[in-house]
């Protein structure tokens, strides 16, 4: 089981997300970013990819595709917010991207 993130941890974990277009989710403990490909099969190949890790960790994102676009929600349910494997993923997410 994740442990939540303490106030402490937050900034250093997420400051850099933040900075980097991810946003806090309104109404959740959450961050959210969207991805925007040049086509589909570049969105789904890259969903590909973050699957890949996500099994791997044992952590898997709310996420929705449409065309080129991917709509990625992180948070982890069984802290009932955001833990360290969740700004772990988003960093993979975004260095694949």
Known sequence: MSERLSEEARKPLLGPLLDNNWQMVEG???IGKTFKFDN???AFGWMTRVAFWAEKWNHHPEWQ???NKVEVVLTTH???G???LDAKLARKMDGLF
């Open 40 to 42: 589909f099969v570049e």
């Open 82 to 84: 955001l833990s360290a």
């Open 78 to 80: 069984d802290a009932e």
């Open 65 to 67: 595709n449409v065309y």
């Open 28 to 30: 959740r403990d959450a």
